[in-house]
């Protein structure tokens, strides 16, 4: 059974800082890209950061400069630092792996990131 299971979020003042964390289980962890997607109320979903089983990463614009995203195969664990946080980074943060070489896509349930003073 396949489980993503996200960690870390939660209620941090503007210009702070969250590490959330995403453990994944029944999958070989080292064959998928991972991402990061967040859906603010009322919007639709929008891609954060993906890492590559190579280690290439991509970022929205928006984040670019202020959140890492990072993998631990050995631990089949992906991160994402989030640092200067604004109230408009405030959303539910999932996490979803994707196989690079056929069709498998999973996601987890996601943690709520609210930035607020």
């Known amino acids: 059974q396949v489980q993503l299971v996200e960690s870390g979020g939660g209620l941090v003042q503007p210009g702070g800082s969250l590490r959330l964390s995403c453990a994944a289980s029944?999958?070989?962890?080292?064959?998928?890209?991972m991402g990061w997607y967040r859906q603010a109320p009322e919007k639709q979903r929008e891609l954060v950061a993906i890492i590559t089983s190579s280690g290439s990463t991509n970022y929205a614009e928006s984040v670019k400069g202020r959140f890492t995203i990072s993998r631990d195969n050995a631990k089949n664990t992906v991160y994402l630092q989030m640092n200067s946080l604004k109230p408009e980074d405030t959303a539910v943060y999932s996490c979803?792996?994707?196989?690079?070489?056929?069709?498998?896509?999973?996601w987890g349930k996601g943690t709520l990131v609210t930035v607020s003073s």
């Open positions: 029944g999958i070989t962890f080292r064959f998928y890209a």
């Open positions: 979803n792996a994707r196989h690079e070489r056929i069709e498998l896509d999973y």
